[in-house]
């Protein structure tokens, strides 16, 4: 028997016509597929007139150092959800246990 295919650390392609508008014409990067479940982050839909500080203000929280960007918009599944998604040598609090560390 084969073993399961997993696609961690892969990124998936939303192939035309597939019929669930929440996936049309999305680019889904894989943090985690396996026999457990699977998480994905939704990349490349930028979310208009907001940025990380609007953001940030909203929650009453200081941006300090960090940098104003785009917000994109996360999903497909859970659009509430949020990640911070980071180069490896951010530096900030708590830097080695951020979850998206992983992704």
């Known amino acids: 028997m084969d073993e399961p295919k997993f696609l961690s650390g892969q990124f998936l392609?939303?192939?035309?016509g597939m019929g669930d508008p929440r996936f049309e014409r999305a680019v889904i990067a894989m943090c985690v597929h396996d026999e457990d479940g699977a998480l994905g982050i939704g990349l490349g839909r930028i979310m208009p007139r907001?940025?990380?500080h609007d953001l940030l203000k909203?929650?009453?929280i200081e941006?300090?150092?960090a940098p104003d960007v785009a917000i994109h918009a996360g999903g497909?599944?859970?659009p509430q959800r949020g990640f911070i998604i980071h180069s490896a040598d951010w530096g900030g609090e708590e830097a080695s246990t951020s979850p998206a560390n992983g992704c």
Do not use: C, R, Y
């Open 63 to 65: 941006p300090g150092v």
């Open 50 to 52: 907001i940025t990380f």
């Open 13 to 16: 392609l939303a192939m035309p």
């Open 76 to 78: 497909p599944v859970e």
């Open 58 to 60: 909203q929650l009453d």
